[in-house]
């Protein structure tokens, strides 16, 4: 199964070149403002695409799914295609799992304190996952910014090692995309940096287990 991943498009979608597959995910950040006419550019495109399985989640700049999420999640149509906020679908053999929230950043959606009301968000992610899908990295994988400090959620990295999914795909850290593999667990921040960065393809072989990550260079030197 070839999955197609991107994160952090922030509307540049169209300067994308999208790799033919079988799941396409977007792990949240469509959006600049967050407006619903701006979600309805990005929903348009992502239900044009040929995948016959689209997953996707909001992020901190999607605040159309804070604001009006029964709207949001309207525009999101076809066979195929599903939104999850701390929800899970099994489809195309897998069972995957999604979550928007990340730690405090500049007052944007899906924000919350670090500690016991993250803790809490994350509790809800269930063993057994093929894929689990957040828009935020945990601590240590995918989670250097400019200042080269770690920015990821402490809290999400023990859950994550708890319950042990197969694949965790995240964003929101444009500085840091690449793939990691700890305790069982592929980590790989699916990071577009506004299209600056090629779509991430992987590979999984549902039967025997293996994943093989192509993580790609930045197109521009801005990334680190």
Known sequence: MRIVAVADTHLYHRELVVPDGDVFVHAGDMCRGGSLEEFGRAARWICGLPHALKIVIAGNHDWCFVRQPAEARALLVGEGVHYLEDSGVEAAGLR?????????????????????????????????????????????????????????????????????????????????????????????????????RAPTVIDVDLEGGGIAVQAPPARSARAL
């Open 96 to 196: 995957v799992w999604g979550s928007p929230w990340q730690p405090e950043f500049g007052g944007w959606a899906f924000n919350l304190s670090r500690g016991a009301a993250l803790a809490e968000k994350w509790a809800q992610i269930p063993a057994g996952l093929d894929l689990l899908l957040t828009h935020g990295p945990p601590q240590g994988f995918g989670d250097r910014s400019w200042s080269a400090a770690r920015t990821g959620c402490v809290d999400l990295r023990a859950r994550v090692e708890l319950v042990r999914p197969r694949l965790h795909l995240f964003g929101h850290i444009h500085e840091d995309g690449g793939a990691w593999s700890h305790a069982g667990t592929t980590y790989v921040n699916c990071t577009t940096w506004e299209c600056e």
